[in-house]
């Protein structure tokens, strides 16, 4: 069963700053991994995905993938207070079977 | 837009009774979901399906079962709740030739006393 770790627990950042989230998977075979962010109250909604090693940029959103190091990290420039969140990582690597990590809970002060 | 609806959006349960929480999409897609989400836990797969008639086993099925009548449908049953399963449960749905980008409902906040 794949495991997957985030880091940190909680992140609190001015706004304008650059906000650094971690995820670490227990299984390289993982094929496609994902970004969701959750607000309070509602569903997890798809931010970003990345299936090959190396980065992709989506707007303000960069998303590092390390398969050989099993780190995945994403990076939210120009922090806003909108981004307050939890992030939510997860993995897919079992067919229609995607396993999540804990989450990171990201507060941007004004 | 992707849409899955679920029912009832809050419920208040006695231990041992029966509980289901309903789920509908009108996205057409071929894979349904439910998760729980506990603080420390993130998000846990209970069961999904492949298609209507089909139900699997996900990573924490003991205790609940699912049913998928149809393709639109997909129901989470707890025959005999329990306060351990007091939690929020999502919803989500999800194409067949899924990459891992899946819609999520607003959640049911169950409260098992």
């Known amino acids: 069963q794949e495991k997957v770790q985030q880091s940190p627990e909680s992140l609190i950042v001015p706004e304008g700053a650059m906000s650094s989230l971690n995820c670490t998977f227990s299984n390289s075979a993982s094929q496609s991994i994902w970004w969701y962010q959750q607000h309070p109250g509602k569903g997890p909604e798809a931010l970003i995905s990345i299936f090959s090693n190396g980065n992709k940029k989506e707007g303000r959103l960069t998303v590092y993938l390390n398969r050989a190091s099993l780190h995945v990290s994403l990076h939210i420039r120009d922090s806003q207070p909108s981004d307050s969140a939890v992030y939510l990582c997860?993995?897919?690597?079992?067919?229609?079977?995607?396993?999540f990590g804990g989450g990171t809970r990201l507060t941007v002060r004004p | 837009e992707a849409a899955v609806t679920q029912s009832p959006r809050n419920k208040v349960a006695v231990t041992g009774g029966k509980v289901t929480l309903s789920c509908n999409q009108t996205?057409?897609?071929?894979?349904m979901y439910w998760y729980r989400q506990d603080t420390g836990h993130g998000l846990r797969l209970i069961h999904y399906?492949?298609?209507?008639?089909?139900?699997e086993k996900g990573d924490i099925p003991d205790g609940y079962k699912a049913s998928r009548p149809s393709q639109e449908n997909f129901s989470l049953i707890l025959e005999l709740a329990t306060p351990s399963q007091t939690s929020v449960y999502f919803c989500a749905s999800g194409d067949a030739g899924n990459t891992g980008q899946l819609y999520f409902g607003e959640g049911s906040k169950l409260t098992v006393l």
């Open positions: 997860a993995g897919n690597n079992a067919g229609a079977k995607l396993t």
């Open positions: 996205n057409n897609h071929n894979n």
């Open positions: 399906s492949y298609g209507a008639g089909s139900t």
